[in-house]
């Protein structure tokens, strides 16, 4: 569930992660689900729908969001500011960001969003999965968007199966040398907490991993 503790603000689960106290009810797992499906799709893909504009890089008001879901979804007739701040707060893969009563989502748009205001990407290595039959149009095409906007890329080896297994049993891994690709002028940014996006990388970038680590050794590179 969601729910607020007075003292460390809002967190997901029955108790407060930081005092193991028992805070104030938001939100049940399933309207948490559903709220978040709703906001998304109104974030990244049909605004319009809600009857909300959102502005050239993607930010909304969350007042006019909210006050536009309550008018639309009658089991969120309840649906407060609060809500959506919480929720977006406290989202695992953090999809959203919040600046002075507005919300946006960071990655995964099919509408027209200018993100070039994301912070820079700081890593040297960037993991994309792909199915056997990718592999060798993207070691000679290179990545290109395909039902998103943008190109979406993962920070470790562990979110890049995670993503690939939703398409295929057996991902196929690529290594990107993201240092080199922004050296050479390809913008990458950060967008979620493992999710980095970028308009396209070139194949002289890309390269199989060969060798998957164990579960441990994934781990310790992690941490």
């Keep these: 569930m969601l729910a607020e503790c007075k003292e460390h603000g809002y967190y997901r689960g029955k108790v407060c992660p930081v005092c193991k106290k028992e805070g104030k009810f938001l939100m049940s797992d399933r309207e948490v689900k559903k709220l978040s499906s709703i906001l998304i799709g109104i974030l990244r893909h049909f605004p319009q729908q809600f009857g909300i504009k959102l502005d050239s890089h993607g930010w909304g008001s969350i007042d006019e969001i909210c006050e536009a879901i309550r008018n639309k979804i009658d089991r969120f007739y309840w649906l ?99 240092k080199k690709a922004m050296e050479e002028g390809i913008d990458i940014r950060k967008a979620g907490k493992d999710v980095y996006i970028a308009d396209e990388i070139d194949a002289k970038y890309i390269s199989i991993l060969e060798e998957l680590p164990s579960n441990e050794e994934s781990k310790q590179k992690e941490n």
């Design 80 to 178: 407060r500011k609060r809500h959506i701040v919480a929720l977006a707060l406290t989202d695992e893969k953090g999809r959203y960001q919040l600046n002075q009563g507005r919300i946006r989502a960071t990655y995964a748009h099919t509408i027209e969003v200018d993100l070039s205001d994301l912070p820079k990407a700081d890593v040297d290595v960037l993991y994309y999965p792909v199915t056997e039959e990718e592999v060798e149009i993207i070691m000679e095409q290179g990545i290109l968007p395909t039902d998103r906007n943008k190109v979406h890329l993962s920070g470790s080896i562990e979110k890049a199966m995670e993503a690939g297994k939703i398409r295929t049993e057996n991902p196929v891994i690529l290594k990107i040398d993201a």
